[in-house]
DNA sequence: TTGAAAGCGCTAACAT
DNA sequence: ATGTTAGCGCTTTCAA
């Protein structure tokens, strides 16, 4: 109310009104010591009167950081989505910098222009998803270019770049170990995307459990999945039309597991008595749907916050990439049960 | 690779190198007329080799802009949420503008300090949605601010501000009165957060229908919900272990329809045959539930799109906020049925 | 503990 | 069609 209609406060008008010189403003809005606190406060007060707030652009120029973290995504899973962002802004919160985000529709349109982008948000750093950050064309320009970046829940096999994973492949042993125990024999598995890295390995691990019981996995039970609700649904109908239909499927991930349910319902089929579906993810879905889904909780949340440390201490410090392995759990609900007898 | 390492090219350089004065430069990269394609042609490829990006600081400096827009939300439902990121994100691609995205917990931390946010920043506009876009509190100080903002899907009753809406009494009517076609007339709501604007005009025009058709509302079938899954299922326990209970049940939301779903599951009654469920918004979880939910389409992504493209025209124009009320469609599906006989 | 001066890298206004 | 000169509002030396 005291500053001039239309125009904000510059830090010269704070120095002028509080009679010091701009340095001793630009101390007390840094918090930086050498400043008398009566000084310090008579500044405060003066910059309160005025409405006066820093120029983020000019401090930008001056420090050579926008503050500014980029999360490039794309859109399998809403709910897989949030756990991200929410992570992400977890980690972020105190520290100043704030998250611009970047769906990518299309892989094509971002391969090649992933560090113009960069440089035109001018952003501090990036924190890149599958598929994306197992692309070796964006992984290759990312690498060249020397920007700080991370990777969350990418290949492990990478080990040069900062990264935060879970072991895929022995996650979906676990899962498929698990429902052999219940008696199932018979065991489909729908695929998620293929240019996911992830859904090789959880596929990995699906054959292996399946041959450490002395199965040997058979194609018509291995339907390609998209990681999208949508495409479970389709791959959920073509399995239970089989002739010799599964008793159990794992799905890669939740999305695809509530397309398989809802694929039983409209089957008539019921889950888990005749029928049991387990996901992968554990993301808000899974508890929605009904029943509850059995399934793999990955630490996204966890996971984008560890990486966004990560990423932070890169920008600020220039470390090393750093890497970090999470740890999942099964979470049992009632999408699976025993195998049907007869 | 022909640049000095660790140090970006400069409009400077670029200048130098291809024989120009920086200016000519500036015009080559912000497309700017007044150029013989010759000389733009000659500083493109410069620019190129030096592997030149304008620096973004310094422009925003310049150019008083830092063509950053924020949008503020809390987190009822991630489908929801994922909905309007979307949809801002298809105005602003191409324009140059970035998103920047504020989660906010507790309404209560960001009352009183939303400018010094959006300061702090850098943000040209902002985008608000419910709760916080009909907080009084928030709503005058984004007023008093004069940071050109506009507002999603809030209460229709201010029009001082730049808004995008449908409405929600007419469409929670309409809704109802499909439930009351289908022969119900023990039909119970559960509400929506109170906070949101929103969750009272759909109770106002649910009461509207059950009174135009006679039947007098009772506050045993009005529920309080948060519009979050579990306040759903919650509600539906409540009102299915009803000794009377209704026969059809409104959700404010669709995550809440889930949740209503749920509790139907567990108590063994089939839906649509004994119990009728309706949503409202048509998220993506409208689809992945069984049976797959009855609910109002809320053109969610594009109110987004339209609130940004009416924060763009304040920001780059100045021109004077706009309203727009976009039109919503009851979408039929399989949770409502007719009313069990007898 | 404080301040003066010199940038940061760009665009705007105004020549030429 | 092109260039010159001031800023934009900060932070960073470096001096006092």
């Known amino acids: 109310?005291?500053?001039?209609?239309?125009?904000?406060?510059?830090?010269?008008?704070?120095?002028?009104?509080?009679?010091?010189?701009?340095?001793?403003?630009?101390?007390?809005?840094?918090?930086?010591?050498?400043?008398?606190?009566?000084?310090?406060?008579?500044?405060?007060?003066?910059?309160?009167?005025?409405?006066?707030?820093?120029?983020?652009?000019?401090?930008?120029?001056?420090?050579r950081r926008s503050h500014l973290i980029g999360l490039f995504f794309e859109?399998?899973?809403?709910?897989?989505?949030?756990?991200?962002?929410?992570?992400?802004?977890?980690?972020?919160?105190?520290?100043?910098?704030?998250?611009?985000?970047?769906?990518?529709?299309?892989?094509?349109?971002?391969?090649?222009?992933?560090?113009?982008?960069?440089?035109?948000?001018?952003?501090?750093?990036?924190?890149?998803?599958?598929?994306?950050?197992?692309?070796?064309?964006?992984?290759?320009?990312?690498?060249?270019?020397?920007?700080?970046?991370?990777r969350v829940a990418g290949d492990n096999s990478i080990d040069k770049t900062a990264s935060v994973i879970i072991d895929d492949e022995a996650a979906a042993f676990d899962l498929a170990e698990y429902v052999?125990?219940?008696?199932?024999?018979?065991i489909a598995i729908v695929i998620g995307d293929e240019t996911h890295r992830s859904a090789g390995l959880r596929l990995m691990g699906?054959?292996?459990?399946?041959?450490?019981?002395?199965?040997?996995?058979?194609?018509?039970?291995?339907?390609?999945?998209?990681?999208?609700?949508?495409?479970?649904?389709?791959?959920?109908?073509?399995?239970?039309?089989?002739?010799?239909?599964?008793?159990?499927?794992?799905?890669?991930?939740?999305?695809?597991?509530a397309g398989v349910l809802q694929a039983a319902h409209e089957l008539r089929i019921p889950v888990p008595q005749k029928l049991s579906v387990v996901g992968f993810d554990d993301t808000a879905l899974a508890k929605m749907v009904w029943p509850q889904l059995t399934t793999i909780r990955q630490p996204v949340f966890e996971m984008a916050e560890r990486a966004t440390d990560i990423l932070l201490r890169q920008i600020e410090t220039g470390t090393a990439p750093e890497t970090a392995k999470l740890s999942y759990d099964l979470v049992i609900r009632f999408s699976a049960g025993e195998a049907p007898t007869g």
């Open 1 to 63: 109310m005291t500053s001039k209609i239309g125009k904000r406060a510059t830090i010269r008008d704070v120095a002028k009104a509080a009679g010091v010189s701009i340095k001793t403003v630009s101390r007390v809005f840094n918090d930086e010591p050498n400043v008398r606190s009566e000084i310090r406060e008579k500044v405060r007060h003066v910059g309160q009167k005025l409405n006066y707030h820093p120029n983020v652009a000019a401090r930008n120029l001056a420090r």
């Open 75 to 150: 859109n399998p899973s809403p709910a897989y989505v949030t756990e991200l962002q929410m992570g992400a802004l977890k980690r972020l919160r105190g520290t100043g910098y704030r998250l611009l985000i970047f769906p990518v529709e299309n892989r094509a349109d971002i391969r090649g222009a992933m560090v113009s982008t960069v440089y035109a948000s001018g952003l501090d750093g990036v924190i890149v998803t599958p598929p994306m950050c197992d692309d070796p064309v964006i992984l290759d320009e990312l690498l060249s270019s020397h920007l700080p970046f991370v």
């Open 180 to 186: 052999l125990r219940l008696g199932h024999r018979r």
């Open 206 to 257: 699906f054959r292996r459990a399946l041959r450490t019981a002395g199965i040997e996995p058979e194609p018509a039970m291995e339907i390609q999945g998209a990681f999208t609700f949508q495409s479970g649904l389709e791959a959920g109908r073509r399995l239970l039309h089989h002739a010799n239909r599964p008793t159990a499927i794992l799905a890669s991930n939740d999305d695809m597991a």
